[in-house]
């Protein structure tokens, strides 16, 4: 039941683009210069196992709101001393660069095809925890076609904290079942479900890499499940397939 | 001196679209169903006579920030109620629709081309007084390649704020001189150029129709004076002319 659809927006990172393979890319020359004796990836799931406890200072309130850039940057420098390296010592230009490993992540071989499929008939936009200076430069490097930048700085609430979905479906000036997340991630859609929000679930096996075992099935009934994001723009009734 | 120039940044209304013939367009059968004897255009001069008195609430403090929609709504009642028509007359669809004019306006001639050209090089965005549903759906219909939908409400701030220009340089995660307002209006540059921003001046002399008689030249030396988008492409160093 999709027809009153008007707007997909997506989850970012995991759902449209492979930051584990791309966080360790760009961190593998900057551990091998400083020493740090760690498998890149294994340094990426370090840096992203930050993530949701930083998220959470500002969605509980103990903070107010704060973009992924600065928590990123926040992250980085814990999990750069965890590993023996004092961040002051460390040039500014050289951390910033690391930090913005992820604007340049690599979007998954299907989406950019599936996108560009949807975005004839729909109005397409990430709807990510990312800043949209993140997700805008991503974007750029990347060709994904978005006819906005929306997420958590624009709505200022992280999700799956319910103003993620809602002050994003009221920007679009649609109300929330005229909006469908798409998202690898059972929790996401959970979350939008419950603000109203339609969902589509696109697993990505390989998010963490060989060894995953959450996110590979549906854990509820969502209104879509497909393979990849062609199959996404087949379920939408999308030409171009 | 657009040398370090990253992002170009679009005024809208005037500049990008012809706001007065688009909604003399629209607002024509509906002004001939109730039998308002005007000019259509004359009746969205009107309409616009109202906006900046709507934004100065917001502005001065006396009103939270309340996105262009609901203001051009009010608006729109106002103007009614002034040719003697109440507004709680009228089918709320038939008010919505009308008042959905501002996002189904035409660009002049030479802004597509000219703005698929600049975006080759640089990010582009509106940074409009336009709500986000407002300049997204403006953007779809007419083809307008905007990276992202900036402005007013993303900002949390109207033009001519200094608070719009900054925190739209500080959301592109740039630096004030890294981005160049793109206006026909003399004073949005003025108060861009007074944060920092550089400064493109293209003059739409028929916004205001054949008797246009403000914003024909610019005011002040600006980094840019182009006589149309194309023009802007060439000076900002675009291929594709």
């Not at 420098?77 to 992820?102: I, K």
């Not at 975005?119 to 709807?127: D, E, G």
């Amino acid at each position: 039941m999709t027809a009153g659809v008007k707007a997909l927006v997506f989850d970012v990172f995991g759902t449209v683009v492979d930051w584990r393979s791309g966080v360790a890319r760009e961190a593998a020359p900057f551990l091998a210069k400083h020493g740090i004796a760690v498998d890149p990836a294994a340094f990426a799931d370090a840096w992203r196992r930050r993530y949701q406890p930083a998220m959470e200072a500002v969605r509980s309130g103990a903070r107010p709101f704060t973009r992924l850039d600065v928590l990123h940057s926040e992250n980085l420098e814990a999990v750069l001393r965890d590993h023996g390296l004092d961040p002051a010592t460390v040039a500014e230009a050289e951390l910033d660069h690391l930090n913005r490993a992820w604007h340049r992540l690599d979007p998954w071989p299907d989406s950019v095809a599936g996108l560009t499929r949807l975005k004839t008939r729909y109005i397409i936009a990430p709807l990510s925890n990312g800043n949209v200076a993140l997700l805008l430069n991503m974007a750029k490097r990347a060709g994904l076609p978005w006819d906005a930048i929306l997420g958590a700085e624009v709505a200022q609430a992280y999700k799956p904290s319910p103003a993620a979905y809602l002050n994003t479906a009221a920007i679009l000036g649609l109300r929330p079942e005229e909006v469908m997340l798409c998202a690898a991630h059972n929790g996401d859609l959970a979350a939008a479900r419950s603000t109203g929000f339609l969902t589509g679930f696109i697993p990505r096996p390989m998010e963490h890499g060989a060894g995953q075992t959450k996110d590979l099935a549906p854990a509820q009934d969502w209104d879509v499940v497909a393979p990849d994001f062609g199959a996404l723009a087949d379920a939408m009734g999308c030409g171009g397939g």
